[in-house]
């Protein structure tokens, strides 16, 4: 592997990240038997064709990992993360107890506006999670009734939310 500012014994440098040893070993032997140095003409070296099959298989490596990210590690880059801010987990010091108000006024005023068993309709499985089936019963109304009446009071809280919000 080589380090920053030095070329380890495959020619590669600090702007070629070194591939993990195990595929590297499993890549070379093959590749350097099937084109073994021949002399067929004045001039060639072995310390010349070694040279031409190590460029080779750096192009290589460089063409198959372009566009891939190399990831960091050590202190530097630890002490880079330790520096990033936190995510915001909740609402802001006072900005709930401000919503949790806006939430009310606006049940408050939308509440008049609907009769006294479409309103239980809404609240008993809106805000107490029962199911319609288990309220047909006890409420006198169809289930597509009770979900209906779900369905319109919200939407109807909702927009009041809008205008309060403006």
Do not use: H
């Not at 600090?14 to 195990?22: F, K, L």
């Not at 987990?89 to 068993?117: H, K, W």
């Not at 006198?140 to 009770?146: D, E, L, V």
Request: charged share 30%.
């Amino acid at each position: 592997m080589s380090t920053p500012g030095t070329t380890d014994r495959e020619g590669k440098g600090p702007t070629t990240p070194p591939e993990p040893v195990g595929s590297r070993a499993e890549k070379r032997p093959g590749r350097l038997a099937g084109a073994g140095f021949r002399k067929d003409r004045p001039g060639d070296t072995f310390r010349g064709w070694l040279r031409v099959v190590t460029r080779n298989q750096v192009l290589l490596y460089i063409r198959r990992n372009q566009g891939r990210t190399v990831a960091e590690g050590g202190t530097e880059a630890y002490g880079r993360l330790q520096g990033v801010p936190d995510a915001l987990t909740g609402p802001a010091e006072g900005e709930e107890s401000e919503m949790s108000r806006l939430y009310q006024r606006a049940i408050d005023r939308v509440r008049c506006e609907f009769e006294e068993n479409t309103w239980r309709a809404f609240w008993l499985t809106a805000i107490e999670q029962r199911s319609s089936a288990s309220l047909v019963d006890e409420l006198g109304m169809s289930m597509g009734a009770i979900r209906q009446a779900r369905s319109r009071i919200l939407r109807r809280i909702k927009e009041e939310l809008g205008a309060l919000l403006e």
